[in-house]
């Protein structure tokens, strides 16, 4: 790669300081025999540079460790990603923040004024729908509800809470999916329960709705059915897969059902979801990952693709959670998180050959003409798998971490060597996802591809001065492009938590960009925020859809971003995947898992 499209570090020479005028020592008390010294020196360096190329053989990755170390941090103590000229402290950008409460307002009032109640709200046409024929469950309101709790939003909170109070029915004889309902409905609800000083409306509500769950559970091998008809309170299986269940969806119901279990002393929604990861562990795969399916009669994973995007994310996501929430008393979790880390590392994170940018890759399934299983590296990264990189840091404050608490930022000092491992990582992995926001738009694919050597493609890309890092994989030509973007939340969160981790100014920087890139592209003039169909295009076509997560997890994370630290402490929550906090809490019995 041609010099001048490389980062350089100014390098300077300091003038020599003059010696002092009254320095009156007598020169011969320092004469040197120089040719003698010259000859010793050349004697020496020889054995000493064989050392060091013996201990960079060694140990390979020190030299690079050392050379990113040097260049992200201002001083040896100081941990990648963080600066103190950038340490900007953990307080309020009041201006900011505000902001974004104001486009919290322009999305809800005009879901309000045009579908209140409603499941999903379609801004251009000022229409709502609902998941079901039967009718909806009030995901768009229960969904937004701890948002508006956490913004002050006393007016709006008012009215939500009337509608739940007065409208909402889980009566519908109709099919909706398991985690869907869970992590958005019984989270929403759970968390509007913790947040309004333990309201009884939202915790008898999250009540009669686990109760229409359960039955899901009711498989030989205890996971999970991916779909639930509410009205009958009977499991189903997906048509098309009818053996088959997600393992992202079947290990993303815990938080849920074990604070659920904490508030109401019922140990079966704690029994049934933990069994789930008592199934998970007992069948896991060799090399410590997880495929995105498992077999429904036996608990088995099935060979399927491995990544830590779509159907595979959460499950990740949940073995840190878990261990967090019960506030580090259940080990195994820990064991299950840290091993899991160790293969992701081992097998996944990825640098690309050109950039060096780091990236999380899938795994393949292939089998030969003999039936021999293998597995294919293919350089794709969904953004759902940008939860990563925060998720990591935190990691390596807790599991990571040689003292509890550590600094902000934290010091190398306070990491063992794992936790160094998925700081330096979760930093660069959130350094990647902001670099997919280099678009158009200033928006994200939902898929990035990254090259590579086997593309054939580095000798055209150098003479067209296409970037040779990463791509989104276009239609045809003369087709239309892809559905590739929305303003999808994952990255977000994880700048949320890394400006939390550190207080560096950088994090809320790329978190106010992409705000405004939101603001600029998805925002609807009368009213709400549309999804938008091709990142790379200016101006953008909106797709008539504002997603839920919109107000549950982009704007609400955003608004952390530039809310004062001691906003929902994360020593104090944890936050679901649906971004609905829920406390930290020590479980009242032991629990037989763990």
Same mark, same amino acid.
């Given at each position: 790669?041609?010099?001048? #499209?490389?980062?350089?570090r ?5 003038? !020599? ?5 009254n320095?009156?020592?007598?020169e011969?008390?320092f004469?040197?025999?120089?040719a003698a010294?010259?000859?010793?020196l050349?004697?020496?360096w020889?054995?000493l540079?064989?050392c =060091?190329?013996?201990? /960079?053989?060694?140990?390979?990755s020190t ?17 990648p990603?963080?600066s103190t $000229?950038s340490?900007v #402290?953990l307080g309020a ?12 307002? %322009?999305?809800?009032?005009s879901?309000e004024r045009d579908a209140?109640?409603?499941?999903e709200?379609?801004?251009?046409? %000022?229409k709502?729908s609902n ?7 009030g995901y768009t ?9 956490i913004m002050?939003l ?8 009337k ?11 109709a099919?909706?999916?398991? =985690?869907e309902?869970t992590?958005?409905?019984l989270? #929403?609800?759970?968390s509007?329960?913790e947040?309004?000083d333990?309201?009884?409306?939202y915790?008898d509500?999250?009540i ?7 039955p899901?559970f009711?498989?030989?091998?205890g @996971?999970?059915?991916p779909?639930i008809?509410l009205?009958?309170r009977?499991?189903?299986?997906d048509?098309?897969?009818p @053996?088959l269940?997600?393992?992202?969806? /079947? ?14 002393d019922?140990d079966?929604?704690?029994? $049934?979801?933990?069994s789930?990861m008592?199934?998970i562990? !007992? *069948?896991q795969m ?13 608990g088995?994973?099935?060979p399927s693709a491995?990544?830590?995007?779509s &159907?595979g994310?959460s499950?990740? !996501?949940?073995?840190?959670k878990?261990?967090?929430q019960? *506030? ?6 820990r064991?299950m ?7 992701v590392h081992?097998?996944?994170i990825?640098?690309s ?11 393949i399934?292939?089998r ?9 590296l293919?350089p ?10 925060g ?18 930022p934290?010091?190398?000092s306070e990491f063992?060597? %794992?936790?160094k491992?998925?700081?330096k990582?979760?930093?660069? +992995? ?6 997919? %926001?280099?678009?158009?738009t200033? +928006?994200?694919?939902?898929?990035a591809? =990254? &090259?590579?050597?086997?593309?054939g ?5 150098s003479k067209?001065?296409?970037p ?15 559905y ?8 977000v ?12 100014i ?6 106010w ?8 592209h ?9 999804t938008?169909?091709n990142v790379?295009?200016?101006p953008s ?10 107000m549950?997890?982009?704007?609400k994370?955003?608004? +952390?971003?530039f809310?004062?630290?001691s ?6 929550y944890v936050?679901?995947?649906?971004a609905?906090?829920l406390?930290?809490?020590s479980?009242?019995v ?5």
């Amino acid at each position: 790669m041609p010099d001048d #499209g490389l980062r350089k570090r100014k390098t300077g020479s300091k003038p !020599e300081k003059e010696p002092p005028q009254n320095a009156t020592a007598d020169e011969s008390e320092f004469d040197i025999d120089s040719a003698a010294l010259l000859q010793y020196l050349k004697i020496l360096w020889i054995p000493l540079l064989l050392c =060091f190329g013996l201990f /960079v053989y060694i140990n390979p990755s020190t030299l690079s460790d050392i050379a990113s170390f040097w260049i992200e941090s201002d001083d040896w103590q100081t941990s990648p990603g963080s600066s103190t $000229k950038s340490f900007v #402290g953990l307080g309020a950008d009041i201006e900011k923040r505000d902001a974004v409460v104001e486009a919290f307002k %322009h999305a809800w009032r005009s879901y309000e004024r045009d579908a209140m109640g409603d499941d999903e709200y379609h801004p251009i046409s %000022h229409k709502g729908s609902n998941l079901t024929q039967a009718g909806g469950i009030g995901y768009t309101v229960i969904d937004s509800i701890d948002t508006m709790l956490i913004m002050g939003l006393e007016d709006d909170y008012a009215r939500a809470r009337k509608w739940v109070d007065t409208r909402l029915s889980f009566d519908r004889d109709a099919e909706f999916n398991t =985690f869907e309902t869970t992590i958005r409905v019984l989270g #929403g609800l759970l968390s509007a329960y913790e947040l309004t000083d333990h309201d009884k409306l939202y915790l008898d509500r999250a009540i009669e709705l686990a109760d229409r769950i359960l039955p899901v559970f009711d498989t030989p091998s205890g @996971l999970p059915l991916p779909n639930i008809n509410l009205g009958k309170r009977e499991g189903v299986s997906d048509p098309y897969l009818p @053996l088959l269940v997600s393992t992202a969806e /079947v290990a993303t119901l815990q938080l849920e059902f074990r604070y659920l279990s904490y508030l109401t002393d019922e140990d079966i929604y704690w029994e $049934k979801v933990e069994s789930v990861m008592r199934t998970i562990k !007992e *069948n896991q795969m060799p090399h410590g990952l997880a495929s995105i399916y498992m077999h429904v009669e036996t608990g088995q994973f099935v060979p399927s693709a491995i990544r830590l995007g779509s &159907r595979g994310d959460s499950y990740y !996501e949940y073995l840190l959670k878990q261990y967090l929430q019960t *506030n580090q008393t259940e080990d195994v979790y820990r064991q299950m998180y840290d091993n899991a880390m160790s293969a992701v590392h081992e097998n996944l994170i990825t640098k690309s050959p050109y950039t060096r940018m780091t990236y999380t890759s899938e795994l393949i399934p292939e089998r030969n003409s003999g039936g021999q299983l293998s597995w294919r590296l293919t350089p794709k990264q969904d953004h759902l798998a940008c939860f990563f990189g925060g998720s990591l840091m935190l990691g390596a404050t807790i599991t990571g971490a040689s003292t509890l608490p550590v600094s902000i930022p934290p010091r190398q000092s306070e990491f063992m060597d %794992h936790g160094k491992r998925d700081w330096k990582d979760g930093v660069e +992995l959130i350094k990647t996802c902001v670099d997919t %926001h280099d678009t158009l738009t200033g +928006l994200s694919p939902e898929i990035a591809h =990254f &090259r590579i050597p086997s593309d054939g493609m580095i000798d055209v890309l150098s003479k067209s001065g296409v970037p040779a890092d990463w791509y989104i994989k276009g239609a045809s030509p003369g087709a239309e492009a892809p559905y590739d973007a929305r303003y999808i939340p994952e990255t977000v969160e994880s700048l949320f938590l890394a400006f939390r981790l550190t207080g560096d100014i950088r994090y809320r920087d790329w978190g106010w960009d992409i705000f405004q890139s939101i603001e600029k592209h998805c925002k609807v003039e009368t009213g709400g925020y549309a999804t938008i169909m091709n990142v790379d295009e200016v101006p953008s076509r909106k797709e008539d859809k504002m997603e839920t997560f919109l107000m549950s997890e982009t704007l609400k994370y955003l608004f +952390l971003l530039f809310e004062d630290a001691s906003v929902l402490s994360l020593d104090k929550y944890v936050f679901n995947t649906e971004a609905h906090p829920l406390p930290i809490f020590s479980p009242h019995v032991r629990t037989g898992f763990s």
